[in-house]
């Protein structure tokens, strides 16, 4: 695996949940979450929001790949749809994205959220904007 993404690695928000890059390769990443007891909604099982977040994220870092000595991108969801399919069981949930289009200004990435078992519990899909900005 490439060095993951130095963007992602400085994003507080990836900091703040515990979100670990497990693979960044050209056009897919996977990311995995330990569950803490904050991230549980009234029926004890992750809240979407976070599991939203997560597909957001694995298709962020998918869409930014580069190869090593690049300069780095960056991008800004556009919209992202996501449908739940099963309720998340166990500590760790793992979000496996794929970049499927785009062009020069814009990508588009889907992710599946698994849990510990392998079970399918979402899917995702995203359109990402490419951001001009070096800051």
Known sequence: ??????VHAR???FRFLG?????QSEGRAAIELNIKDEFLNVSDIPHGGVIASLIDSACGVAATWVPDG???RRVMTLSLTTSYIAPARG???KAVAR???GGRKTVICDAEVFDA???LLA?????FRYRTDRA
């Not at 695996?1 to 130095?6: A, V």
């Not at 979100?19 to 693979?23: G, K, R, S, V």
């Open 1 to 6: 695996m490439d060095q993951p993404s130095p």
């Open 11 to 13: 994003s507080p928000f």
């Open 19 to 23: 979100m670990e890059i497990i693979e």
């Open 70 to 72: 690049q300069i780095e």
């Open 91 to 93: 500590p760790r949930i």
């Open 99 to 101: 970049v499927r289009g």
């Open 117 to 119: 078992d392998g079970t």
């Open 123 to 127: 899917t995702g899909l995203g359109n």
